[in-house]
Nanobody
Framework: QVQVVESGGGLVQAGGSLRLSCAAS????????MGWYRQAPGKQREMVAT???????YFADSVKGRFAISRDNSVNTVYLQMNSLKPEDTAVYYC?????????WGQGTQVTVSS
């Protein structure tokens, strides 16, 4: 069964940090470019960060310099380290294949940043 399971979200004060994890199963994880996406209330889902199968990374301007993405192919997991969090980072965070998110979306993990 193909699925992704996100975890690691929570409530944090502005300026704080969180590390999200996304465990994938049922796919040949190492060959795929992966991405973290987020959806804030009333807004469309947007890409936050991507990592290629070879480890090249890309970040949306809104998180550049604050977020880091990494992957561990041995455990089929992609991570998102979020530092210097801002209230505008509040959203549900998801992972999926990039650039075309063809996997069924997981439940995501809620990140709430208080001011």
């Amino acid at each position: 069964q193909v699925q992704v399971v996100e975890s690691g979200g929570g409530l944090v004060q502005a300026g704080g940090s969180l590390r999200l994890s996304c465990a994938a199963s049922g796919i040949s994880f190492s060959i795929y470019n992966m991405g973290w996406y987020r959806q804030a209330p009333g807004k469309q889902r947007e890409m936050v960060a991507t990592i290629s199968s070879r480890g090249s990374t890309y970040f949306a301007d809104s998180v550049k310099g604050r977020f880091a993405i990494s992957r561990d192919n041995s455990v089929n997991t992609v991570y998102l380290q979020m530092n210097s969090l801002k209230p505008e980072d509040t959203a549900v965070y998801y992972c999926n294949i990039y650039p075309i998110p063809t996997l069924q979306w997981g439940q995501g993990t809620q990140v709430t940043v208080s001011s």
